[in-house]
């Protein structure tokens, strides 16, 4: 596999990554010190206490991540475990796809794709994703005339992927274990 596919693979190695060049910059430019400190993940996002699932609507989630991403308490439960993971670019990757899909305007959705392409897609992205060369191919071509559907298939690898990885992780977690008790 290519370097950064093995990097995306391995939050641990991608975090080191993130670390490094941090560290580079800087070593570069004392000046700024106070502007790279080696953040921590930032705060959890609150979950919203009114739309928390029943124990039985949160079991249902274990089989069903179509399900866990239509809720609101659900998705935000698990964006905040992959974000403890260092492993949240699928999820955000996602959530941009699904946001831009729904963007109307030719030009915010030009704005939007270039913006998935290089935060998510491009080879070294800051947030690149692990997602196959015929499906990258496919993508970048979609995007020479942006529309609804140029991520379409990107966007259901990752979605398979987390459904396969991520999904089984969650629903061993302690978080998710209080919720369906």
């Given at each position: 596999?290519?370097?950064?596919?093995?990097?995306?693979?391995?939050?641990?190695?991608?975090?080191?990554k993130e670390i490094k060049t941090k560290l580079g910059?800087?070593?570069?430019?004392?000046?700024?010190?106070?502007?790279?400190?080696?953040p921590y993940?930032?705060?959890?996002?609150?979950?919203?206490?009114?739309?928390k699932p029943s124990p039985e609507e949160a079991?249902?989630?274990?089989?069903?991540l179509e399900k866990l991403l239509q809720?609101?308490?659900?998705?935000?439960?698990?964006?905040?475990?992959?974000?403890?993971?260092?492993?949240?670019?699928?999820?955000e990757f996602w959530v941009a796809c699904e946001d831009?899909?729904?963007?109307?305007?030719?030009?915010?959705?030009?704005?939007?794709?270039k913006?998935?392409?290089?935060?998510?897609?491009q080879t070294e992205a800051p947030k690149e994703v692990n997602i196959d060369h015929f499906t990258k191919a496919v993508t970048m071509k979609n995007l020479v005339e942006p529309s609804a559907s140029s991520f379409d298939m990107a966007q259901k690898r990752i979605f398979a992927l987390m459904e396969k990885d991520s999904l089984p992780r969650f629903v061993r977690s302690e978080f998710y274990q209080e919720l369906v008790k």
């Open positions: 596999r290519c370097r950064p596919c093995l990097i995306s693979s391995f939050p641990s190695l991608h975090r080191a910059t800087l070593l570069q430019k004392p000046d700024s010190a106070i502007d790279l400190i080696i993940p930032e705060k959890a996002e609150k979950l919203p206490k009114a739309h079991l249902q989630w274990r089989d069903s809720n609101t308490y659900g998705l935000t439960s698990f964006s905040n475990f992959l974000r403890s993971e260092f492993s949240e670019e699928n999820i831009y899909k729904r963007t109307k305007s030719p030009v915010k959705m030009a704005e939007k794709a913006k998935i392409y290089e935060e998510f897609i």
